[in-house]
């Protein structure tokens, strides 16, 4: 009987098991190590990436984020560009003030609760510890080590926080923005509020277009300290950049008395409502822009104004609304120039054709011939040529023009066959309607022309012969902003050629140029002269003026004719004009009668003041 060998069994055992193996071998595929290698390309690409974002791309700010957890931070405020009228005078000025800073970063290393500092805060400051929170939350620590909680601190409030002894709070120098001349320039100038990381920023008017250029950058230096509290060095890490000041076209003096010449009609009219444009016809430069109801911008850069800031916000007048670049308005009969223009141009009136006004123009109505459709003239005019038709404002000639007078109507007139809708669309968008005019403010508003597709569609209604009439007097659903059509009547005054609006000095800029009409625009500025010198123009209060005026008034309906808005636009000198303005009073008492003394009132002083050498 044979010995077990337990030991040669055992390595038997295990060559079997080899050769088992060997058997089921398999190799692997190629794509596994295609993919392998292919994750550790992306993984090696991401880590140098990192690595090349965190010590060059990034490197001085890690550098300088690893200073400050050594040693005092202190931000250096840039000061804000200062703001200048066309004369040099100053708009604005910037007083000192406080700010309060939070270091996060000191807050965790020396274990401080930054609920309870928040909630000392909220007391001193007077603000929900819920809001001051928030900006915590919002801001991003990788960008930024210190958190600006508080601007416009006053003495009070400073010396109170000091007093809390806590080192991640710091009061470090600031300013506040100061405007000087009141609710006159609050839309021009608007204000400044905290932006993205709590810095000073433009929130709408000029500071807000132009607050790239207004706008510094904050220097930061370091302050090393030993045990004792005693400082050993300081350090420049950045140098702050100062803000460039901005140089404007707005006339201070004419700004401020056309403010309170319309306000002070505003009042006698027990009127709120109104918007006043001066500007220079020859280059579009903005003289005043003048929006009431206002207010006083200086309540945005007071801590303590927090419940008048609150009444501006809810009042239903909507004092911070800029109507003059936002507002949308029907132009009532202020559109009848560029409706002259267009009809001229293509050739279907010439400057003798005439119209009979009997006070109404009757279309007959096939469905219902003893219900004829009427559309009233304001008064009966009689035979109106192109020149009187703009100087009384004949609503029957215009209908004539824009619509044209059918065949069966009982009406004396040269002229048969009117623009369409269609074509004063078209010089609508020639002249700008419909398309922002570029003025250097945000929040500029289109308007709105009217189209037959576009009221099918909405009102489900087809367009008729009366929704052209309507809009060729600047009725139904013509909608412009008052710089729009400001901008408008200045291309009439200078001869064709439609310039951008604009506040900042040296920023000319032709849009349009329609100068070829040359000939047709002189018949259309006679018009607007007779609206000033005849006896019948509708302007006429302005012909004892020392100076020459061509002008147009308007009355637009609206609220379902139960309101009237009232406008004027002219310009003077009529030969060689420097100063087109634009009046507007909401719900006027008696139309366009109205907004004409305003007009003379700023014109005399222009007069004065600025043309007499």
Same mark, same amino acid.
């Given at each position: 009987?044979?010995?077990?060998?337990?030991?040669?069994?055992?390595?038997?055992?295990?060559?079997?098991?080899?050769?088992?193996?060997?058997?089921?071998?398999?190799?692997?595929?190629?794509?596994?190590?295609?993919?392998?290698?292919?994750?550790?390309?992306?993984?090696?690409?991401?880590?140098?990436?990192?690595?090349?974002?965190?010590?060059?791309?990034?490197?001085?700010?890690?550098?300088?984020?690893?200073?400050?957890?050594?040693?005092?931070?202190? =931000?250096?405020?840039?000061?804000?560009?200062?703001?200048?009228?066309?004369?040099?005078?100053?708009?604005?000025?910037?007083?000192?003030?406080?700010?309060?800073?939070?270091?996060?970063?000191?807050?965790?290393?020396?274990?401080?609760?930054?609920?309870?500092?928040?909630?000392?805060?909220?007391?001193?400051?007077?603000?929900?510890?819920?809001?001051?929170?928030?900006?915590?939350?919002?801001?991003?620590?990788?960008?930024?080590?210190?958190?600006?909680?508080?601007?416009?601190?006053?003495?009070?409030?400073?010396?109170?926080?000091?007093?809390?002894?806590?080192?991640?709070?710091?009061?470090?120098?600031?300013?506040?923005?100061?405007?000087?001349?009141?609710?006159?320039?609050?839309?021009?100038?608007?204000?400044?509020?905290?932006?993205?990381?709590?810095?000073?920023?433009?929130?709408?008017?000029?500071?807000?277009?132009?607050?790239?250029?207004?706008?510094?950058?904050?220097?930061?230096?370091?302050?090393?300290?030993?045990?004792?509290?005693?400082?050993?060095?300081?350090?420049?890490?950045?140098?702050?950049?100062?803000?460039?000041?901005?140089?404007? =076209?707005?006339?201070?003096?004419?700004?401020?008395?056309?403010?309170?010449?319309?306000?002070?009609?505003?009042?006698?009219?027990?009127?709120?409502?109104?918007?006043?444009?001066?500007?220079?016809?020859?280059?579009?430069?903005?003289?005043?822009?003048?929006?009431?109801?206002?207010?006083?911008?200086?309540?945005?850069?007071?801590?303590?104004?927090?419940?008048?800031?609150?009444?501006?916000?809810?009042?239903?007048?909507?004092?911070?609304?800029?109507?003059?670049?936002?507002?949308?308005?029907?132009?009532?009969?202020?559109?009848?120039?560029?409706?002259?223009?267009?009809?001229?141009?293509?050739?279907?009136?010439?400057?003798?054709?005439?119209?009979?006004?009997?006070?109404?123009?009757?279309?007959?109505?096939?469905?219902?011939?003893?219900?004829?459709?009427?559309?009233?003239?304001?008064?009966?005019?009689?035979?109106?040529?192109?020149?009187?038709?703009?100087?009384?404002?004949?609503?029957?000639?215009?209908?004539?023009?824009?619509?044209?007078?059918?065949?069966?109507?009982?009406?004396?007139?040269?002229?048969?066959?009117?623009?369409?809708?269609?074509?004063?669309?078209?010089?609508?968008?020639?002249?700008?309607?419909?398309?922002? =005019?570029?003025?250097?403010?945000?929040?500029?508003?289109?308007?709105?022309?009217?189209?037959?597709?576009?009221?099918?569609?909405?009102?489900?209604?087809?367009?008729?012969?009366?929704?052209?009439?309507?809009?060729?007097?600047?009725?139904?659903?013509?909608?412009?902003?008052?710089?729009?059509?400001?901008?408008?009547?200045?291309?009439?005054?200078?001869?064709?050629?439609?310039?951008?609006?604009?506040?900042?000095?040296?920023?000319?800029?032709?849009?349009?140029?329609?100068?070829?009409?040359?000939?047709?625009?002189?018949?259309?500025?006679?018009?607007?002269?007779?609206?000033?010198?005849?006896?019948?123009?509708?302007?006429?209060?302005?012909?004892?003026?020392?100076?020459?005026?061509?002008?147009?008034?308007?009355?637009?309906?609206?609220?379902?004719?139960?309101?009237?808005?009232?406008?004027?636009?002219?310009?003077?000198?009529?030969?060689?004009?420097?100063?087109?303005?634009?009046?507007?009073?909401?719900?006027?008492?008696?139309?366009?009668?109205?907004?004409?003394?305003?007009?003379?009132?700023?014109?005399?002083?222009?007069?004065?003041?600025?043309?007499?050498?």
């Amino acid at each position: 009987m044979e010995q077990f060998d337990l030991e040669h069994s055992i390595v038997e055992s295990g060559i079997r098991g080899a050769n088992q193996f060997e058997v089921l071998e398999l190799p692997l595929s190629r794509r596994i190590f295609t993919l392998l290698l292919a994750a550790g390309a992306v993984f090696s690409l991401a880590v140098g990436a990192r690595i090349y974002v965190l010590a060059v791309s990034s490197g001085d700010f890690y550098k300088n984020r690893s200073a400050m957890n050594v040693a005092k931070p202190i =931000t250096i405020p840039a000061i804000r560009g200062k703001i200048y009228d066309r004369f040099g005078n100053s708009l604005v000025k910037n007083d000192s003030a406080y700010r309060l800073v939070l270091n996060p970063g000191l807050a965790k290393r020396r274990q401080i609760d930054l609920k309870e500092t928040i909630a000392a805060l909220s007391e001193i400051l007077w603000q929900d510890s819920g809001e001051l929170l928030s900006i915590l939350e919002k801001t991003d620590l990788e960008k930024s080590a210190l958190v600006t909680l508080a601007h416009n601190l006053s003495e009070w409030e400073a010396a109170a926080i000091q007093k809390l002894n806590n080192p991640a709070l710091e009061i470090q120098d600031d300013y506040r923005r100061q405007y000087l001349r009141g609710s006159a320039f609050a839309h021009v100038l608007g204000y400044t509020g905290l932006g993205e990381y709590r810095d000073l920023r433009g929130k709408t008017g000029l500071e807000a277009y132009y607050d790239n250029l207004l706008g510094g950058e904050d220097g930061l230096r370091l302050m090393y300290r030993d045990a004792q509290g005693n400082i050993l060095e300081e350090k420049l890490l950045d140098a702050p950049k100062n803000g460039e000041d901005l140089y404007t =076209t707005i006339d201070a003096e004419l700004q401020e008395y056309f403010y309170n010449s319309l306000a002070g009609a505003l009042r006698n009219l027990g009127r709120q409502i109104g918007v006043g444009i001066a500007l220079n016809p020859q280059n579009g430069e903005l003289l005043a822009l003048v929006n009431l109801p206002s207010y006083n911008n200086n309540v945005f850069t007071l801590p303590e104004e927090k419940k008048a800031r609150a009444r501006l916000l809810t009042s239903s007048l909507r004092p911070l609304f800029n109507r003059a670049v936002s507002g949308v308005y029907t132009p009532g009969s202020t559109v009848k120039p560029l409706v002259a223009l267009a009809a001229l141009n293509e050739g279907l009136i010439s400057p003798a054709d005439r119209v009979y006004s009997s006070g109404v123009l009757e279309i007959p109505n096939p469905y219902f011939p003893d219900k004829p459709s009427r559309f009233l003239d304001w008064k009966a005019h009689g035979w109106v040529d192109l020149r009187a038709a703009l100087a009384r404002s004949s609503n029957v000639y215009f209908y004539a023009v824009g619509g044209g007078i059918p065949a069966d109507a009982e009406n004396p007139s040269d002229i048969k066959k009117g623009l369409g809708i269609e074509k004063l669309k078209e010089y609508w968008q020639k002249f700008g309607f419909g398309e922002k =005019t570029g003025i250097d403010l945000d929040a500029e508003n289109t308007g709105f022309l009217p189209d037959p597709r576009e009221k099918e569609a909405r009102a489900k209604d087809i367009w008729r012969l009366g929704d052209t009439y309507n809009v060729t007097i600047g009725q139904g659903d013509l909608l412009v902003t008052p710089i729009q059509l400001i901008t408008q009547i200045a291309s009439i005054a200078n001869g064709g050629k439609l310039y951008r609006p604009h506040l900042f000095k040296n920023n000319k800029e032709v849009l349009k140029d329609f100068s070829d009409l040359a000939s047709h625009i002189k018949e259309v500025q006679e018009g607007m002269k007779d609206a000033v010198q005849k006896w019948y123009g509708t302007a006429h209060l302005l012909a004892d003026l020392p100076v020459s005026v061509a002008a147009k008034t308007g009355s637009s309906q609206v609220a379902n004719n139960a309101r009237i808005n009232a406008f004027f636009v002219g310009y003077s000198p009529v030969e060689n004009p420097e100063i087109a303005i634009l009046v507007l009073i909401e719900n006027a008492r008696e139309g366009s009668l109205n907004a004409v003394p305003v007009a003379k009132d700023v014109l005399d002083w222009y007069y004065w003041n600025r043309l007499v050498k």
